[in-house]
């Protein structure tokens, strides 16, 4: 990886913007930071990247999926469809096009653009108010409010708690959607015990509406906050607990590994000998590339420690595969994965049928993938896959 690549990833990484709507010049997608949505495309941004004459480190999705992003070694954005198109010379103009809709082609000239995508939080919530001023009549507080704590929360600025408050001050039955947003919102800060309250007060104040599915994520809410009161207060929490937290910030925050991250870092440094520490750690930290020499140490230090754990190099395989692009280690550690767990490591036949995919053995790839929907029956991904092959165009 390298160094504009890294430097994105260190800062964005896990980054996901649930958007819908027009633009400025085009229609506004969602978009994520996940280099792994990628791992399948190495063929496309090999090819594409000779036409820019620089390398090319994916980012992740564009537009539930339709497309690829990616950042070139010289620190320009790209988006990756059969073609290949310049969404910014630098991340900061590349988010800037995504946010407000802008196509992705020459810069406009005679436009200053913005230096960090902060300004164009700024420029949103601004635009809010001027719409909200000119037509008052159409508008309510708890509207403004709303709209404004929505464009906060996307970036994942605190401010954003403030404006769902104001939009529930006064009557909060006539600004229910706020309730549930700022629960939402205090669940991805981390701050469960108040997102629990929220969640109750939400429910409350709308008695009319079906809350199965509310009550479950209430129960679930008082769970996440016991569990965080335990680990924070105890002078050394239990391994479960460790790895139970570390799984529901990996879940629940919004910065996703870097939320996780300092109770997975916990759980190595009290149990350093746990295999189930070690591989907790190594799988908050693979997928957003935060520090892929530490991955690569912590994996081979759990096989150190216990060299007959499938889990191990079935882990250790899927990095080998996509990190490091080595189908060789990446072949071997999946089948030492399949013959110490007999055959009974699900992920080692997903990533093994993926690794002789890629080396075109599309037979044997087939053959594994079937053994691993013998156990995983639902995966649609690994459904498509052996569709693909069975019928290839």
């Not at 992705?104 to 919530?125: E, F, N, P, Y």
Request: proline share 3%; with cysteine; charged share 25%.
């Amino acid at each position: 990886m390298f160094h504009s690549a890294e430097r994105v990833l260190l800062e964005f990484g896990g980054l996901i913007v649930n958007q819908q709507g027009p633009g400025e010049t085009c229609a506004r997608e969602p978009f994520e930071i996940d280099p792994t949505l990628a791992g399948y495309e190495g063929d496309r941004f090999n090819e594409l990247s000779t036409e820019v004459n620089t390398k090319l480190y994916p980012l992740g999705e564009v537009a539930n999926g339709t497309s690829f992003w990616a950042i070139g070694d010289n620190e320009h954005v790209y988006i990756l469809m059969n073609e290949i198109l310049l969404l910014g010379k630098n991340i900061d103009e590349a988010l800037e096009r995504l946010i407000i809709g802008r196509e992705s082609k020459a810069l406009q000239r005679g436009r200053a653009m913005c230096k960090k995508w902060i300004i164009v939080l700024a420029v949103l919530v601004l635009s809010a108010n001027v719409a909200s001023a000119q037509a008052p009549s159409t508008r309510t507080d708890c509207s403004m409010h709303l709209e404004k704590a929505r464009t906060y929360e996307m970036f994942g600025d605190v401010r954003a708690v403030a404006e769902f408050q104001a939009a529930i001050k006064g009557d909060s039955s006539r600004c229910s959607d706020a309730l549930l947003e700022l629960s939402q919102s205090l669940s991805r800060s981390l701050r469960f015990s108040d997102a629990f309250r929220t969640l109750n007060d939400y429910i409350v104040s709308t008695p009319k509406l079906d809350h199965k599915e509310d009550i479950k994520e209430l129960t679930a809410l008082q769970t996440a906050a016991d569990l965080k009161q335990r680990v924070e207060t105890a002078a050394e929490p239990t391994l479960t607990d460790l790895i139970a937290l570390t799984k529901l910030c990996n879940v629940y925050g919004r910065g996703k590994a870097r939320d996780a991250l300092p109770y997975a870092e916990k759980a190595v440094s009290l149990y350093a000998n746990s295999v189930s520490a070690l591989l907790l750690n190594a799988e908050i930290l693979l997928p957003v590339h935060l520090d892929d020499n530490r991955v690569l140490l912590l994996l081979n230090q759990a096989a150190n420690i216990d060299s007959a754990d499938a889990r191990i190099f079935s882990t250790r395989g899927w990095f080998y595969l996509f990190t490091l692009n080595d189908r060789e280690r990446s072949e071997k550690d999946f089948r030492e994965a399949l013959c110490l767990s007999h055959d009974a490591d699900s992920l080692a036949w997903k990533g093994l049928g993926h690794v002789l995919m890629l080396t075109g053995r599309k037979v044997e790839s087939l053959a594994a993938l079937k053994k691993y929907l013998l156990i995983n029956k639902e995966d649609a991904e690994a459904i498509a896959l052996v569709k693909r092959l069975e019928n290839p165009r």
